[in-house]
């Protein structure tokens, strides 16, 4: 029989791993570690739109364009044929086209928008101007995701833009103005050497962002993009304002219930220091709330707000439903139970921070959704 040592070449200073230890222990288990799963990373806002097609992109636009000019008394999207070279319209007066307007030109092309693409549409909009389908525009932007280097420099110098626009006008092979009449293409050629070219600009896609960041479109447009910042911080007043009111006074009625005959009105919180310091601590959470309800209106969707309260609501109500000693007792394990609410995902979420629940809770008092006295529970 050939021994293990003269299988293995003759190596008797190796040993077989399998064969160390005890005689018949069994080898150590062997570990299975699972695999590392990675997530694809999200595409930046920049690489979504840069995807968008025609419609999606002018949509996009109409979104940014309210953010631009709060004077617009409506925003219009016209993109599609028979649309005169108009994609969205802001109107600064309730006669609209006929009125003074801004027009927003989108070209969505994988290529950067030079001026022979420009020419274009600016000779369409005088063929449509000069017929009587709208008023000139008193501003005129290109909005596109690559703009050329070329065309910010020459919109830069109006005078010179209008002359080379009227020269190519006078020799262009467009269908659009060739199919003109002579009194035709006078008429577009007058009214184009009568308006004043620094309507014409362009904007490329990163300022775009930046201000479209501004607006409630941004959070359900970009739900991975962080925001720059999130609420501004408040901080109570001195005096109590108007909307403080109502759940103010439940917290009166809390300490009026715990110190009876030194508190009966707002006026004695501050003789009793337990009460006073509880009161402040209220005020700064409430105002937490009221940050992110501001945020949510201005940066997001006002119903997000109203999401994490109803959030909240689903979870105290039934806390607050329990008996108690009295409306101190019930207060606390309110807002105990309010750290804990699983909120719905949605935008405003990563900035519910815990004060802010529990001012949350403040707000549904002024809605009379909590109280925290109930009779006859001493």
Known sequence: MVDVARRNGGNDGVSDSRNEGPAGAQPPPLTVLPPTLRMAPMPSPTQMVTFYDPDQFEEFVKEWVPALDAKYVLVERHG?????????????????????????????????????????????????????????????????PIISRSLPRQFAKPTECRAKFLQELATTKDKLVTRLTDDQRSAVRDLAAATDFAMFECVDLDEMLELHKTTPHWADRFPFAP???????????????????????????????????????????????????????????????????????????????????????????????????????????????????????????????????KGVCHHLANEERLTWCREGEK
């Open 80 to 144: 599609g044929s028979g649309d005169h070279g108009i994609d969205v319209a802001g109107y600064l007066s309730r006669e609209r086209l006929e009125g003074p307007w801004h027009n927003y030109q989108c070209k969505r092309y994988a290529a950067a928008v030079t001026w022979a693409t420009a020419a274009q549409e600016m000779r369409k909009m005088f063929v449509a101007a000069a017929a009587g389908e709208f008023t000139v525009p008193t501003r005129y932007v290109f909005v596109a």
């Open 227 to 357: 925001f720059d910042q999130g609420p501004v911080e408040m901080v109570p007043p001195p005096q109590h304002s108007a909307d403080e009111t109502r759940y103010v006074q439940r917290l009166v009625d809390v300490y009026r219930e715990r110190y009876p005959g030194t508190i009966d009105s707002l006026e004695h919180v501050p003789s009793v220091q337990e009460a006073d310091e509880h009161l402040k601590r209220q005020r700064v959470a409430f105002y937490a709330a009221e940050a992110l309800r501001v945020f949510a209106r201005d940066a997001t969707k006002p119903a997000y707000f109203e999401r994490v309260k109803q959030d909240v609501y689903d979870i105290v109500v039934e806390v607050a439903a329990r008996s108690y000693p009295d409306g101190w007792e019930r207060h606390g394990a309110v807002m105990e139970a309010a750290g804990t609410v699983q909120l719905t995902p949605t935008a405003l979420v990563p900035f519910v921070e815990p004060k802010a629940r």
